[in-house]
T-cell receptor, first 115, second 110 residues
């Protein structure tokens, strides 16, 4: 299929470990978004890329969170020194171009559990 | 903090009945979208309504928007067991962010 894929689907980390979450957007999609979804809540915006440029990172909760999309396709969300409050599902979405009107296509998410 | 709030938080109905979910938001929007999320899966876009539109239909879905009350509703007619999911409204206010509500959990009993 040609949808958005994310890996790993599940990740268990011990408190203090670093983790890296990968997103493969739909080929040709310019826009890429990362969201954090806590249990029973809606997704919360983390950051936005237009091609390789990170145009909005206002939702990243702390400087332990870092995202990159160096070649304008695959993106990685890295969390350093994980804390228990980082436990959540991390969703990636891509869209053709404009954040304002283009449909966002979501991946299945990575469920992160920090022990 | 999230922009949208959905009501009810959970809804249980019989197959064939209609389901209505409401969403309120806090600031002016450019558009509002509704998404569905099945358990353990990503979100699926259902419908987008622009701020200058009042009503929109797509199959068994009807969305209304009242900008004076800063609210929207999603109606699913003739519900099916397969409609069981969480439904989220998401508002776009400009820039690059889409702000999601906390969702309504719909359970359709066969």
């Amino acid at each position: 299929g040609a949808g958005v894929s994310q890996s790993p689907r599940y990740k268990v980390a011990k408190r203090g470990q670093d983790v890296a979450l990968r997103c493969d957007p739909i080929s040709g999609h310019v826009s890429l978004f990362w969201y954090q979804q806590a249990l029973g809540q809606g997704p919360e915006f983390l950051t936005y890329f237009q091609n390789e440029a990170q145009l909005d990172k206002s939702g990243l909760p702390s400087d332990r969170f870092f995202a990159e999309r160096p070649e304008g396709s695959v993106s990685t969300l890295k969390i350093q020194r994980t804390q228990q409050e980082d436990s959540a599902v991390y969703l990636c979405a891509s869209s053709l171009a404009r954040p304002s009107t283009d449909t966002q296509y979501f991946g299945p998410g990575t469920r992160l559990t920090v022990l | 903090s999230q922009q949208g709030e959905e009501d009810p938080q959970a809804l249980s109905i019989q197959e064939g009945e209609n389901a209505t979910m409401n969403c309120s938001y806090k600031t002016s929007i450019n558009n509002l979208q509704w998404y569905r999320q099945n358990s353990g899966r990503g979100l699926v876009h259902l419908i987008l309504i622009r701020s200058n539109e009042r009503e929109k239909h797509s199959g068994r879905l009807r969305v209304t928007l009242d900008t004076s009350k800063k609210s929207s509703s999603l109606l699913i007619t003739a519900s099916r067991a397969a409609d069981t999911a969480s439904y989220f409204c998401a508002s776009y206010t400009g820039g690059f962010k889409t702000i999601f509500g906390a969702g309504t959990r719909l359970f359709v009993k066969a």
